[in-house]
């Protein structure tokens, strides 16, 4: 692992914890027991640090779904799998995942590729389960889109009430009303 990789994976483990908030490069290179010069030197800026910290967060969202697509050719398994292992991380990392969804609502420049996933990367992604699920492309984007809408608010919900469980039973029942082709 290079310096940089191990600054930035420091970085969204505090980020995850603290949030961006309007944390100096400073006070982040003193709490990762580095230096904001470091901070400059592998990021350029704090725009530059936290373009790379939505980069991290979208790849590492990205890997995970086309990992599992990969995995198997059951896409509703798939699909579950995925939602699992998302809502495994939904109480620590959702907060720093939906504070950088405000920033890409806010067309800040360093989330326009958090703001490209979430507006089509996810569609698209989805929808191409669906489709290998036998539904037709027309359907399966208006499935995707639902879809994501349900996952997103019940990630909200876990990150809020600490629920799993009731997230659990309405992505169970979300999943079974969707209809098999």
Known sequence: MTAREDLLSRAVVWFTANGIGETSLRSL???????????????????????????YVERRERDLLTELVAAGDDPY?????????????????APLYFELAGHAMQERPHAEALRRWLAEGWN???????????????????LARMSLAMARGLLFDVAITGDRAAADRAMTEWVDLIPRP
Request: hydrophobic share 45%; aromatic share 12%; charged share 20%.
């Open 29 to 55: 290179g003193a709490a990762l027991g580095s230096s904001h010069r470091m901070l400059i030197y592998h990021f350029g800026s704090r725009e530059g640090l936290v373009t790379a910290v939505v980069e």
């Open 77 to 93: 398994e798939a699909g579950w799998r995925f939602w699992s292992q998302v809502a495994d991380t939904a109480a620590t990392f």
């Open 124 to 142: 698209d992604a989805l929808a191409e389960l669906f489709v290998r699920a036998g539904h037709q492309p027309d359907r399966s984007a208006d």
